[in-house]
């Protein structure tokens, strides 16, 4: 079986558009100095939670 999605991740149904897409917790992440990332959805791009994390959100397109 093929992956159609090569980003693995959590999956999560936007809140404004309804699509379903990926996010993942990425680079490199330590304990302490923690900002907050938000989770954009790529379809609308609308702000769907955020996280505290010394990495970065990446969010992507879940293909049917």
């Given at each position: 079986?093929?992956?159609?999605?090569?980003?693995?991740?959590?999956?999560?149904?936007?809140?404004?558009?309804?699509?379903?897409?990926?996010?993942?917790n990425?680079?490199?992440?330590?304990?302490?100095?923690?900002?907050?990332?938000?989770?954009?959805?790529?379809?609308?791009?609308?702000?769907?939670?955020?996280?505290?994390?010394?990495?970065?959100?990446?969010?992507?397109?879940?293909?049917?």
């Amino acid at each position: 079986m093929t992956k159609k999605n090569s980003l693995e991740g959590n999956k999560k149904v936007c809140t404004e558009c309804g699509e379903t897409f990926t996010w993942r917790n990425s680079g490199d992440v330590w304990p302490g100095g923690k900002d907050r990332e938000y989770i954009y959805c790529p379809y609308c791009h609308a702000e769907n939670g955020s996280i505290m994390t010394s990495g970065a959100v990446i969010t992507a397109k879940v293909s049917e």
